[in-house]
């Protein structure tokens, strides 16, 4: 298994598009090195913005034949370990105890918190359920604000990966795991990249879980969120296919 964290970290008033151009070709230089030295390996990504890195590291596989969907993996588990975190102070639970799924990408409007699929079940008014969903998408810039400077969202992001590399290891160990990841998914239409649920186990993704009911508001930002995650996904494809000029 080969996990990628490599890349520079956001700055205060920066976005994960602002780090591009740097991580993306970090990424394109890594996924070459891994299809020459482990073909096979499980490649999970943490390097911004996912929703590039992950379509990249794709085209990249496709160029030199050892593209295999089912073990390419976007790590957005931190999503969901902050959505279970405030999930969890407002039901005065452990977050371990909760669970909050996120799909749909890994920055700003495309993270989609389906808090109305929470278990235990969240009651929030509309205006509550908004103001949530808006914290669980810009946690990371409240994080990199309240650092000034010094870094971002390093320590948990460090746990989001353990979290998500153990569920990996079980998983090539025999375990039959449901977990979520951003993945090659033809799930939503005119989006072949989307964090969904899934199931794992020692192949690597086995299925693609179906979404699930949706409310009204998650039905909206759902329909908000494609353009965005379209683009973000054309970046990273383009990236490699027309790859910029080299800077003399």
Known sequence: MVII??????KPGMTR???FNINAGIVKGLCEAISKECPNAWVAIISNPVNSTV???SEVFKANGTYDKTKLFGVTTLDIVRANTFAGEILGKDPKDVSVPVVGGHAGITILPLLSQSEPKLSLSSEEAAKLTD???NAGTEVVNAKAGAGSATLSMAYAAYKFADT???AMSGENIETIAYIDSNLVEGLPFYASKIKIGKNGIEEIL???PMNDMEK???ENLKQELKGSIDKGINFVKNPPAPKM
Request: net charge positive; with cysteine; charged share 25%.
């Open 5 to 10: 964290p490599a890349g520079v970290p956001r």
């Open 17 to 19: 598009d602002d780090l």
């Open 55 to 57: 379509p990249i590291a």
């Open 135 to 137: 914290r669980i998408q």
């Open 168 to 170: 990996c290891l079980r």
């Open 210 to 212: 179906p979404l699930g």
């Open 220 to 222: 909206k930002n759902f």
